[in-house]
């Protein structure tokens, strides 16, 4: 597919909040709401830094309340932030945040967009954000949104400065003033003018926070939260339904009743004294076209929420006169939202969908379109384009009968695998996605290229419905299910270990390649070939396989491997008749959001064996997520993860030699109380417990060591900053490890976070480090001996660092682990 084309398919779908799977009707409350929206003609743009940095109160009653269309741009898809879910960090963990972003839209009604940055932890201001993002690469982004959202209102989240509380928060605010600026001048990104106009919007404002210290007489002030009986519900209980669809992040958020205040400061533009929207065209009348402000009126006073349908005639009149006046911009935004009013009013539902959670390409597959309409006014399926092939059918779809159409479908050679857009190339930078056309940038995902088109006509008038090719599924549970087609490659391959040891007494390195055959024809035959960066180590010839899953294992002698330096990365590629399968594929599934998919090379890191461990066996209590049990397994230690029962059982929990808590234990595992008297006298009787870091909010128990410390919201940002030992000679410095500041280099995102603040004096701070002009900290790592034991709060980053194969930080954490040994 051209990018002329692909592109042009793109412009027909920019305003969708998402790609939906399958068309339906909304109800007649929604269908009231979105009728209001196509009466008021502003626009308003939220932007901030992070999922969940949104005001949900201030989103909902704009779009329902205020009935305008508004949008919310995240700079950011949340990919440094923490999960209390799994495992998922980085890139996985910002799909998941994206998707929890469309379900939160979903329920105040506002769109969402992205700009291409990669939020890469917590900053404590702006100019260490910048000094890591590219200013002009962010502003760009900003600008494209705005040149083809066109909002009239720009609203930032946070101020430009320490108040923001974060530096990527002020970064937002610094974006949006420059893009405010830009956005309307055509000699600025004017790349971007091959697709869009510029635009300037009326005015930017900071939508102050709700304190002594921000909020005056002098701000424009609004009262949101009213009670709306279309919705059952104030705004504010809404916008707390909606900011709770932030479940990885922990995010659930009281539905709060009642009215309240929002104070809004100019930052630039024409000021506002009234409302937000003084001095805008707000009619369709001030931009002479009274006859659609008048029909509006009509269909609104008339509306019967029991037969939406007898609205069709007056808003198929609408139509008529708006697609007579396509060269107003205002106008195409207004029709597509018609068209989805006049559909839902017409009871219209479609969708085409196969048994098979997933495709090859070149492969078959049978699909059903069904559809259905439920309205007096006649509604005629005409035509179906499925894909490559068009098929007349031209039936009335009789009132509420639903018709069924199969059809054989051939997924095109060329189709692209399913992959988030933002992921399918390695990152332009660090901190920046690349894309592989700029003009998705601002998509929370890309539209679906694989699609069953609908022509359909109601009354006089033509539609075109496009339905993905989707799957679907009965739930035990759920019920329906209706997910993304997943297009994938014929073969997924990966190592079965992420990370690899090599031992120094052995003289090859074994590893195991999983190979998965997604479809039905045979692969066997091909050529695994193991490379170290663009060198090849070994190949092995006529593979054969067993079974669709096969696990096989190979050797690489270990002075092909060359390794100069701690640790190394090893890729692999089976190829089969000239195709390169060199894919492994993630999929990511929790009951909240849809079935999501991404793909990483199939890669793995060989570690050189410098580094001991006495600990022979470690039991692991999971807390909100991380990669412990893994890394502890593929290193070869005889790891298990404890179950509630176990903790309660003292003679359980002295057969291991140390027990390690997963991140936030305390938070998320409210069993924590009951526990903690056993693992403390694990401790007393010689055990060794290492607890990872813990957050402020929701704690279970205030005192979780031998000995009172506190956790205070202090953290090192800078991965490589300085660290100094506190006590060289210190045993845990020194056994079985000698820890260097060596050992500090090449830590990823940060040093750690929430450290302890003020503690007793049978603790032993090992560390001190701090921040550019800060003052210095020695609570990231904290111990005390109590009885014949060992206890060890870290809140060094390890669950950042192990999975990527740190060895400075895999010492240090074995002499943890070998504190009682």
């Known amino acids: 597919m051209s990018k002329q084309i692909y592109f042009s398919s793109l412009l027909l779908l920019f305003f969708i909040k998402t790609f939906a799977q399958q068309v339906r009707p909304e109800t007649s409350a929604s269908i009231y709401r979105d009728i209001e ?12 830094a992070h999922p969940d940095d949104e005001n949900t109160g201030l989103l909902t009653w704009l779009v329902n309340g205020a009935q305008v269309q508004t949008a919310y741009l995240s700079l950011t898809r949340g990919d440094g932030g923490q999960n209390i879910l799994g495992n998922e960090q980085g890139a996985a963990l910002g799909l998941i945040r994206t998707h929890e972003l469309l379900d939160a839209r979903a329920l105040d009604g506002a769109q969402q967009f992205f700009s291409r940055a990669i939020d890469f932890g917590f900053s404590k201001n702006w100019q260490d954000t910048y000094a890591q993002w590219n200013v002009d690469s962010i502003v760009n982004d900003v600008v494209w949104v705005i040149r083809k959202y066109r909002p009239d209102i720009i609203i930032c989240r946070f101020p430009p400065n320490t108040m923001a509380g974060h530096g990527q928060h002020a970064a937002s605010a610094i974006a ?8 309307g001048d055509k000699n600025a990104f004017p790349q971007q003018l091959k697709y869009v106009k510029p635009w300037q919007p009326k005015r930017l404002l900071w939508n102050a926070y709700n304190s002594d210290n921000t909020a005056s007489n002098n701000l424009l002030q609004l009262i949101i939260g009213e009670y709306d009986s279309n919705l059952g519900m104030g705004y504010g209980e809404l916008a707390g339904k909606s900011r709770s669809m932030h479940k990885s992040q922990g995010e659930g958020t009281p539905a709060v009743a009642g009215i309240k205040s929002e104070y809004f400061s100019l930052v630039k533009g024409e000021p506002a004294t009234h409302s937000l929207f003084d001095g805008l065209d707000t009619s369709w009348t001030s931009i002479q076209l009274p006859e659609i402000d008048h029909t509006i009126s009509q269909i609104l006073s008339s509306f019967n929420f029991n037969r ?43 969708e085409a ?27 005629i399926l005409e035509s179906v384009q499925w894909l490559n092939e068009k098929e007349t059918i031209e039936k009335v779809l009789s009132n509420d009968i639903q018709e069924g159409f199969s059809r054989n479908i051939t997924i095109p050679q060329d189709a692209h695998i399913t992959e988030p857009y933002w992921l399918s190339n390695a990152p332009a930078t660090p901190v920046e996605f690349s894309v592989p056309n700029d003009t998705l940038i601002g998509y929370p995902e890309a539209p679906s290229a694989l699609n069953a088109i609908a022509e359909i006509k109601i009354g006089d008038q033509h539609f075109t419905v496009t339905l993905p090719l989707s799957y679907k599924k009965l739930d035990p549970v759920k019920g329906d299910v209706i997910e993304q087609l997943r297009i ?48 090849i180590l070994s190949t092995f010839k006529n593979i054969s396989f067993s079974s669709l899953i096969d696990i096989k294992s190979f050797s690489i002698k270990k002075s092909l491997l ?9 890729s692999a590629v089976y190829n089969k008749d000239g195709k390169d399968y060199d894919k492994e594929q993630h999929i990511i599934s929790y009951p909240h ?29 999971p807390g909100a997520g991380d990669f412990f049990p893994q890394f502890l397994n593929e290193a070869g230690l005889d790891i298990e993860i404890l179950k509630p029962e176990d903790i309660l059982d003292s003679n359980k929990l002295n057969t291991f030699d140390a027990i390690v808590t997963g991140v936030r234990i305390v938070n998320v595992q409210k069993q924590f109380p009951l526990w903690y008297p056993y693992l403390m006298n694990y401790i007393k009787q010689g055990g060794t417990l290492i607890m990872q870091y813990q957050r402020l909010e929701n704690l279970s128990l205030r005192n979780f060591g031998p000995y009172p410390f506190t956790v205070e919201n202090k953290r090192v940002t800078e991965e490589n900053s300085d660290v100094k030992f506190l006590h060289p000679e210190d045993r845990l410095m020194n056994y079985p490890n000698k820890i260097t500041p060596d050992d500090f280099k090449g830590w990823v995102q940060e040093r750690g976070a929430y ?3 003020t503690w007793d004096n049978n603790y032993t701070p090992l560390f001190e480090m701090h921040d550019t002009n800060e003052a210095p900290l020695q609570g990231s790592t904290i111990y005390a001996r109590y009885g014949k034991g060992c206890y060890i709060y870290t809140s060094l980053s390890f669950f950042r660092q192990l999975p990527l194969g740190n060895m400075g930080a895999v010492r240090l954490f074995y002499n943890f682990l070998s504190a009682g040994k």
């Open 176 to 183: 949006a003033a420059k893009a405010f600026d830009l956005s």
């Open 353 to 379: 969908v196969t048994d098979q959670p997933q495709a090859i390409a070149g492969n078959s597959y049978n699909f059903r379109l069904n559809a259905i309409a439920r309205s007096s006014l006649p509604v």
């Open 308 to 350: 939406p349908d007898e609205s069709l005639p007056s808003l198929l009149k609408i139509r008529t006169i708006l697609l007579q006046h396509t060269d107003k911009e205002i106008v195409n935004d207004k029709l597509q939202i018609l068209d989805k009013v006049i559909l839902s009013c017409a009871g219209f539902m479609a």
């Open 755 to 757: 450290f302890a603040g």
């Open 488 to 535: 994938v490659p014929a073969m997924n391959i990966s190592f079965q270990n992420r990370i690899y040891f090599l031992k120094d007494n052995e003289d090859s390195l074994h590893v195991n390649i999983r190979f998965q055959n997604n479809g039905d024809k045979d692969l066997s035959g091909g050529t695994l070939t193991l490379k170290k960066g663009n060198k």
């Open 593 to 621: 959001i849809p079935t999501l998919q991404y793909f990483t090379p199939a890669n793995a890191t060989i570690l050189q064996a410098d580094m001991k461990i006495t600990a022979k066996k470690i039991g692991y209590i």
């Open 37 to 48: 929206t196509i009466q008021h003609l502003p626009k308003v743009l939220y932007i901030a």
């Open 562 to 570: 060359a390794i100069d330096s701690s640790s190394i990365g090893l």
